[in-house]
T-cell receptor, first 107, second 112 residues
Framework: KNEVEQSPQNLTAQEGEFITINCSYSVGISALHWLQQHPGGGIVSLFMLSSGKKKHGRLIATINIQEKHSSLHITASHPRDSAVYIC?????????FGTGTSLTVIP | SQTIHQWPATLVQPVGSPLSLECTVE??????LYWYRQAAGRGLQLLFYSVGIGQISSEVPQNLSASRPQDRQFILSSKKLLLSDSGFYLC???????????FGPGTRLTVT
């Protein structure tokens, strides 16, 4: 069993739709990261959070420490949001990564 | 502002050949540095991290090694590449383990 599980693996949405990507983890963590990987491979860190909720533009990330669960929401999705979204958790000296959610937003 | 460089961007190497990938960070001092690999169709895997010059920790046993000869330079090496070493290699830095990580553009390695 993977320490970090993401769902769904693949997601196709129409432009403007509200999108949710889920992440569950099984280890105690110091922080959870949401990363965005574009088709060329480059990775950008979207959020790092250890409690509550963070918002950046149309992106919202939440975490429930007790339930070991985090969600990434995208409001008013746009084709430029098409990318792979990766959940990662840091615990002590370890980092664990989910396999990613591939999002395609259709105009 | 801080920037992170990786080179080369792409590399095709035969099995058994040596490897050297370089990563440098500008605009910060004493960063934590990381090497990751992403094999085709798989998630990111942390290979090495370093909290200072000459300090290297390995997360998984493998055919690769890392060195940090200078504060802002991180090198990934292999003496003899295997087919299974193919993948996308990413370098990243952070202010510390509990801080956000910033990724380089990556090197796509194909071992033939």
């Amino acid at each position: 069993k993977n320490e970090v599980e993401q769902s769904p693996q693949n997601l196709t949405a129409q432009e403007g739709e509200f999108i949710t990507i889920n992440c569950s983890y099984s280890v105690g963590i110091s922080a959870l990261h949401w990363l965005q990987q574009h088709p060329g491979g480059g990775i950008v860190s979207l959020f790092m959070l250890s409690s509550g909720k963070k918002k950046h533009g149309r992106l919202i990330a939440t975490i429930n420490i007790q339930e070991k669960h985090s969600s990434l929401h995208i409001t008013a999705s746009h084709p430029r949001d098409s990318a792979v979204y990766i959940c990662a958790v840091g615990t002590g000296n370890q980092f664990y990564f989910g396999t990613g959610t591939s999002l395609t937003v259709i105009p | 502002s801080q920037t992170i460089h990786q080179w080369p961007a792409t590399l095709v190497q035969p099995v058994g050949s040596p490897l050297s990938l370089e990563c440098t960070v500008e605009g910060t001092s004493n960063p934590n540095l990381y090497w990751y690999r992403q094999a085709a169709g798989r998630g990111l895997q942390l290979l090495f991290y370093s909290v200072g010059i000459g300090q290297i920790s390995s997360e998984v046993p493998q055919n690769l090694s890392a060195s940090r000869p200078q504060d802002r330079q991180f090198i990934l090496s292999s003496k003899k590449l295997l087919l299974s070493d193919s993948g996308f290699y990413l370098c990243a830095w952070s202010y510390g383990r509990a801080y956000e990580q910033y990724f380089g553009p990556g090197t796509r390695l194909t071992v033939t």
